[in-house]
T-cell receptor
Framework: DAGVTQSPTHLIKTRGQHVTLRCSPI?????VSWYQQVLGQGPQFIFQ???????GRGNFPDRFSARQFPNYSSELNVNALLLGDSALYLC????????????FGEGSWLTVV | AQSVTQLGSHVSVSEGALVLLRCNYS??????LFWYVQYPNQGLQLLLK??????LVKGINGFEAEFKKSETSFHLTKPSAHMSDAAEYFC?????????????FGTGTRLLVSP
């Protein structure tokens, strides 16, 4: 079975531009979360979506937004990119029982120049 | 609020030596605890998790961790290091709840294994 898949794997953007990152969860998983991992740090929680609704949001500015589609895939959008947005963006999926594990994708490397 | 502290940004061991990576947590409720491993240029892979059952948890690749409530610790160990264990290791904590689950990660420990 396919794991969590993310695209693109690498991209370079210019300050002020907009970026869209995409994620497909493990088949059957209805919950998708996004994390930002800046070089040398642990991942930081950005959003969680479940059944197409936002269920949690981390301490990120409104430039960051996301949505979940009927097939449970998700997009993370970042507007007005800053140099500090350069990071690995990880998508994670989970089934919804309390004991279910969160599975991570390989991530999308975003470089803002 | 929940938090995790990983002591030591880098740990160096020789191949065959004991691996000990330290993690202390802070949580207002009984936590769920996780160890993830990240190989260069890859995502996170779950090594093991504690979800309030047995306090000694066995994971993949010979790793295990022991939940010690009195010490608020969840240290990761492996009896004998292998070269392939060289990677970044992250400890994480979450609240046990349905629906919404947020992982709070530590800053990571890079394990270096020398021949």
């Amino acid at each position: 079975d396919a794991g969590v898949t993310q695209s693109p794997t690498h991209l370079i953007k210019t300050r002020g531009q907009h970026v869209t990152l995409r994620c497909s969860p493990i088949s059957g998983h209805k919950s998708v979360s996004w994390y930002q991992q800046v070089l040398g740090q642990g991942p930081q929680f950005i959003f969680q979506y479940y059944e197409k609704e936002e269920r949690g949001r981390g301490n990120f500015p409104d430039r960051f937004s996301a949505r979940q589609f009927p097939n449970y895939s998700s997009e993370l959008n970042v507007n007005a990119l800053l140099l500090g947005d350069s990071a690995l963006y990880l998508c994670a999926s989970r089934d919804t029982g309390t004991l279910d594990t969160i599975y991570f994708g390989e991530g999308s490397w975003l470089t803002v120049v | 609020a929940q938090s995790v502290t990983q002591l030591g940004s880098h740990v160096s061991v020789s191949e065959g030596a004991l691996v000990l990576l330290r993690c202390n947590y802070s949580s207002s409720v009984p936590p769920y605890l996780f160890w993830y491993v990240q190989y260069p240029n890859q995502g996170l892979q779950l090594l093991l998790k504690y979800t309030s059952a047995a306090t000694l948890v066995k994971g993949i690749n010979g790793f295990e961790a022991e939940f010690k409530k009195s010490e608020t610790s969840f240290h990761l160990t492996k009896p004998s290091a292998h070269m392939s264990d060289a990677a970044e290791y992250f400890c994480a904590v979450s609240k046990p709840q349905t629906g919404f689950q947020k992982l709070v990660f530590g800053t990571g420990t890079r394990l270096l294994v020398s021949p």
